[in-house]
């Protein structure tokens, strides 16, 4: 049996030998060796004690070092006594200590050279100044080196040995981002960083910090770096172009240390690769829209190896509702005008359909009552908002938004609602058409927008009171829903019998009548949620672009817009005018208008006829307009004015 020991080791050798008279009084321990600098020299020993006596006899020796240009050698014993031979054991002696030194062609010292030795796996070793690198030996076995690219051997000199020297060529090579990778990105095909989003280690392109991961590249191949070798970084943020938003701040981070961009928008450093010929560092890419970074690495101060494009995103989500049988709406006019605010927005899930008759009562109507006969259409407002938007799964919360889709919107909550005649005056000639056609004593008035035959609070009577009573206050009686014909907005009351029957044939005779109906507010073409912006409406009984530029609208105030002072704008932006902001003037909220004039507008306030009043002006186009119904001029588009307030948000919570 072979054991392998390393050199200079000391061994304790032992035999039990039976001692006997004459040449049995003492055992004799003989060496045989192949290499080694020294030979390790026989020892006899006296056995002592008496005759047939069984006797342990030991030595101790210390292995020489191998030669210089040996790697191993081999030694055994064998104990003799009295002419009889004792088998010992079989060793291997390996070196224990040995370097290696590259040269170049002339025979220099070749610093910075990568290898790797096949005791220590993949673990970078590089030579020192005096092209030197003591090699790490743990085992007693083959000790191999691998010269790792950019250098390779062109001779070695000694290969084996203590010290094992090569002639070594040293190409040049390149310190580049290898992550994120550098495949297909260019400067009009940036990284897209989703800034708003949490950071997560399954996905990396997540949150508003990037790590930076750097490696070496030769003409036909990625390498590690070469340990201790220097690696410059650039970053570049166009000045002129990034937005006003300063929380978080912009930077370079090299091990823990922030480097904030001067007023060029440049920020630089240097580091090392590190002894597995790796490196990496972080970017704070702020958190506003549409920000470009270029970052450039190097090997020299030049940083020209590679460049990494990055552009700030931000991804949101959405549920689609909608009521059964209805045609989804396709967003893609209102996703084209989120592109060019470097938002993303993406449908969560299949679309959710809300059966017939689903809701609280009043919540289907027939569509007759606006033109759309033979159909059944789903009114959703303040009071039966919060049924349907139960059907909200939020999946990716706080980034997704429900989209309830509606055939119209009417709030019948609150005050408002209630619309009173009263006193007026009836004779025998006050006569309307009826229904069926006929004429009848009584009349027909106009209630507007919101009235219909049923109230669409709960499904019943949108008659709320009414009562009528004879000019000498004889007589009297109640108003019933059989006295009222509803289309169209307006009612035709036909009085009563009793009524008609004081009335009779004397022109002279009159009565009063009060009457009050119910009348829904409205209608509207959308909402976000007063405190769930979230959540929102979308009247879809439009055309597609009306339905994209509402729903572009309403995402707009769920991204907190239009900012109307300091404290509504994004971090550093305290001070950025938007110039056309306002809110009421016929409107509900904060309102873009782009596109007025500067008399007209007024500083918000408007003047002239736009005193306190902007609705219907066919010169604000801005989505963020107050109004984008039908006829609207919107391009379907945020304003200029819009985009920086948009871009610098940072959206990470919808809630």
Request: net charge negative.
């Amino acid at each position: 049996m072979t054991a392998n020991v390393f050199e200079e080791s000391t061994l304790t050798l032992s035999a039990w030998i039976a001692r006997g008279k004459g040449d049995r009084a003492s055992a004799k321990f003989e060496f045989e060796q192949e290499g080694g600098s020294e030979t390790v020299e026989a020892a006899e020993l006296e056995l002592g004690g008496k005759d047939g006596d069984k006797k342990k006899v030991s030595t101790q020796i210390t292995l020489p070092k191998c030669k210089d240009d040996e790697d191993v050698y081999t030694l055994s014993y064998k104990v003799t006594c009295g002419g009889v031979e004792y088998p010992g054991n079989d060793f291997k002696v390996w070196l224990k200590t040995a370097k290696f030194k590259a040269v170049d062609s002339e025979g220099a010292a070749l610093k910075g050279v990568p290898l790797t030795f096949n005791q220590t796996g993949d673990k970078l070793y590089v030579t020192d100044s005096a092209g030197e690198c003591p090699l790490p030996i743990n085992a007693t076995a083959p000790a191999k080196i691998t010269v790792r690219s950019p250098c390779s051997v062109d001779e070695w000199t000694t290969e084996v040995g203590r010290l094992r020297e090569a002639t070594v060529t040293k190409k040049e090579y390149k310190a580049v981002v290898v992550d994120p990778a550098l495949e297909d990105n260019a400067e009009d095909t940036p990284l897209r960083q989703y800034t708003n989003l949490k950071v997560d280690a399954t996905a990396p392109r997540q949150g508003s910090k990037i790590t930076v991961t750097i490696g070496g590249m030769t003409d036909t191949e990625c390498i590690p770096g070469i340990p201790g070798d220097p690696i410059y970084v650039k970053l570049e943020w166009d000045k002129d172009a990034v937005s006003k938003r300063n929380d978080p701040k912009r930077a370079l981070i090299i091990d823990g240390s922030t480097v904030e961009p001067n007023d060029e928008g440049v920020a630089e450093g240097e580091m090392k690769f590190d002894d597995k010929g790796e490196a990496s560092f972080e970017v704070e890419l702020g958190q506003a829209g549409g920000d470009i970074v270029k970052i450039h690495t190097g090997i020299t101060s030049a940083t020209e190896d590679s460049t990494l494009h990055v552009q700030n995103w931000r991804r949101l989500w959405y549920q689609l509702t909608v009521p059964k049988g209805t045609d989804e709406p396709s967003l893609d006019r209102m996703t084209a005008a989120l592109d060019e605010v470097f938002v993303e927005y993406i449908q969560e899930g299949d679309t959710v359909e809300v059966p017939e008759d689903d809701g609280p009562a009043g919540s289907w109507f027939d569509g007759a009552w606006i033109g759309e006969d033979g159909k059944k259409l789903l009114n959703v407002g303040d009071h039966n908002k919060t049924h349907f938007h139960g059907k909200f799964d939020d999946a990716k919360t706080p980034h997704m938004v429900h989209v309830m889709c509606c055939h119209t919107q009417y709030d019948t909550g609150g005050a408002g609602t209630q619309v009173d005649f009263l006193d007026v005056e009836v004779t025998k000639d006050t006569k309307d058409k009826w229904s069926d056609g006929s004429d009848v004593i009584g009349f027909k008035k106009k209630v507007g927008r919101g009235f219909f035959p049923k109230s669409l609070k709960d499904g019943g009577s949108s008659l709320i009171s009414g009562s009528w009573e004879s000019d000498d206050g004889s007589e009297s009686g109640d108003i019933e829903d059989e006295h009222l014909h509803i289309a169209d907005s307006h009612f035709t009351l036909k009085l009563p019998d009793e009524a008609v029957t004081y009335l009779g044939d004397d022109a002279t005779k009159k009565v009063k009548v009060d009457i009050s109906v119910f009348k829904a507010k409205g209608p509207y073409l959308g909402e976000a949620d007063g405190t769930k912006k979230y959540l929102q409406l979308i009247v879809i009984r439009l055309s597609e672009n009306v339905s994209n530029d509402v729903a572009a609208h309403e995402l707009g105030h769920t991204m907190k817009q239009v900012p109307q002072a300091a404290g509504g704008k994004p971090p550093g932006m305290g001070t950025v005018t938007h110039g056309r902001e306002y809110t009421g003037n016929g409107h509900q909220g904060g309102h873009c208008a782009d596109g007025m004039a500067s008399g007209d507008y007024n500083g918000g306030a408007g003047a002239g006829t736009y005193a306190g009043n902007f609705k219907g002006k066919k010169e604000c186009t801005c989505i963020m307009y107050g109004e984008n119904g039908e006829g609207s001029t919107c391009t379907g588009k945020f304003c200029d004015r819009c985009k920086p307030f948009i871009k610098g948000q940072a959206l990470d919570t919808l809630h």
